[in-house]
């Protein structure tokens, strides 16, 4: 049973573009939610991260909104560069207890010279 | 600092065959986290351990599987009998505490193919 949702598996941009990729949630207890970047041959790395009390996070190109009600997240990336290509996890977590993190499947994300 | 050290990077062994990772934390972090990647179930917590102690083993899949942190920075992830379902990338990640507000970090990484 995934708890955390990335339902489409890939996505191509034109440079210069918006990327946005969504993410969607099923555990009401989760109050922290998290991006991680990949490229091939590499490890995750933390991109990007918001907590329940916000419903936006802005970090330089990147950008997260929160959708509580919906149950909903999303990473905008504006404008998307040729090295923004890799696999994006969404991540989400309850605060309580250690805190422990369920990552989604990732997206795939092409951006397109 | 030279991060989180996996090895070997990759390793390709015949079913019934042991297999051991290694993990190397960053000095300072004292939370170890074992994860299974495949294309179907994406990144999957096997371990969690908290200076030294494991905290949360649920999603280790079988008794063929045990991980072991004999010290502070050293941690290996033993799968005996291998199998080919095993095959997936395994990824170890330290982090200062829980890790949750400035991420985890993990190493590269272990391609693991048991034919």
């Known amino acids: 049973d995934q708890q955390v949702k990335q339902n489409s598996p890939s996505l191509s941009v034109q440079e210069g573009r918006i990327s946005i990729l969504n993410c969607d949630y099923t555990?009401?207890?989760?109050?922290?939610f998290l991006w991680y970047k990949k490229y091939p041959a590499e490890g995750p790395t933390f991109l990007i991260s918001?907590?329940?009390?916000?419903d936006k996070n802005e970090d330089g190109r990147f950008t997260v909104f929160l959708n509580k009600s919906a149950k909903h997240l999303s990473l905008h990336i504006v404008p998307s560069q040729p090295g923004d290509s890799a696999v994006y996890f969404c991540?989400?977590?309850?605060?309580?207890?250690?805190?422990?993190?369920?990552f989604g499947i990732g997206t795939k994300l092409q951006v397109i010279p | 600092d030279a991060g989180v050290i996996q090895s070997p990077r990759h390793e390709v062994t015949e079913m019934g065959q042991e297999v051991t990772l290694r993990c190397k934390l960053i000095?300072?972090?004292?939370?170890l986290f074992w994860y299974r990647q495949t294309m179907m179930r994406g990144l999957e917590l096997l371990i969690y351990?908290?200076?030294?102690?494991?905290?949360?083993d649920s999603g280790m899949p079988e008794d063929r599987f045990s991980a072991k942190m004999p010290n502070a920075s050293f941690s290996t992830l033993k799968i005996q009998p291998s199998e080919p379902r095993d095959s997936a990338v395994y990824f170890c990640?330290?982090?200062?505490?829980?890790?949750?507000?400035?991420?985890?970090?993990f190493g590269s990484g272990t391609r693991l193919t048991v034919v």
């Open positions: 351990f908290n200076n030294n102690v494991p905290i949360d």
């Open positions: 000095s300072g972090h004292n939370s």
């Open positions: 991540a989400a977590v309850t605060t309580g207890g250690y805190q422990k993190v369920t």
């Open positions: 555990n009401s207890m989760f109050d922290y």
């Open positions: 990640a330290s982090s200062v505490g829980t890790g949750l507000f400035y991420g985890y970090t």
């Open positions: 918001i907590s329940s009390i916000k």
